[in-house]
């Protein structure tokens, strides 16, 4: 079983529509949890981290659920330039490795 | 400011070639990390660096594989010899010390296209 657990998709969504991502992970031991965007043939960049309370950037609203383990992305209102490959990220305590999903791929059409 | 800069963009070399990758991280970052990417696997990572310090190297795929981070400011990943299925995009990332809360970002560099014949 993989570390970090994506659905691949693609998810092929509308201009304007709402859009939610979830991930699991499998280790309990896991403190720090982010989302990071890939844009096709790019470089991984920090999307936002995900706090246990929940929080939100702008469109972006990002959960935690340690019970459950697992952690959401939603995009909301959303943009052709969100149209990219969301990876899903998780630190275990007490190193300073990040473990990456393998991504969930975004399509957002006009 | 100058982000994680990798060289080459691209390489294409025959197998049993030895390959170098280079990179040099952000001014004042303490983290180096090395990663692999490919379809199939995604995103892992080889090995990383404190302070020039290899940490993990439990990543690293084999004997034929190799790093180094000589000083602060250049790190580079060898491979002798390539073979083909080591073709992936390859990338260097930064970041500063993590802190207790290891909420730092890594900023990866634009990453090298490796093609093995």
């Not at chain 1, 043939?41 to 939100?56: A, F, Q, T």
């Not at chain 1, 330039?81 to 059409?109: E, H, M, N, P």
């Not at chain 2, 299925?85 to 090298?112: E, I, N």
Request: aromatic share 10%; proline share 6%.
């Amino acid at each position: 079983r993989k570390e970090v657990e994506q659905d691949p998709g693609p998810f092929n969504v509308p201009e304007g529509a709402t859009v939610a991502f979830n991930c699991t992970y499998s280790n309990s031991a896991s403190q720090s949890f982010f989302w990071y965007r890939q844009d096709c043939r790019k470089e991984p960049k920090l999307l936002m981290s995900v706090y246990s309370s929940g929080n939100e950037d702008g469109r972006f609203t990002a959960q935690l659920n340690r019970a459950s383990q697992y952690i959401s992305l939603l995009i909301r209102d959303s943009k052709l330039s969100d149209s990219a490959t969301y990876l899903c990220v998780v630190r275990q305590l007490g190193t300073d490795k990040l473990i990456f999903g393998t991504g969930t791929r975004l399509q957002v059409f006009p | 400011d100058a982000g994680v800069i990798q060289s080459p963009r691209h390489e294409v070399t025959e197998m049993g070639q030895e390959v170098t990758l280079r990179c040099k991280p952000i001014s004042g970052h303490d983290y180096l990390f090395w990663y692999r990417q490919t379809m199939m696997r995604g995103l892992e990572l080889l090995i990383y660096f404190n302070n020039n310090v290899p940490i993990d190297d439990s990543g690293m795929p084999e004997d034929r594989f190799s790093a180094k981070m000589p000083n602060a400011s250049f790190s580079t990943l060898k491979i002798q010899p390539s073979e083909p299925r080591d073709s992936a995009v390859y990338f260097c990332a930064s970041s500063l010390v993590s802190g207790a809360a290891g909420k730092q970002p890594q900023h990866f560099g634009d990453g090298t296209r490796l093609s093995i014949l």
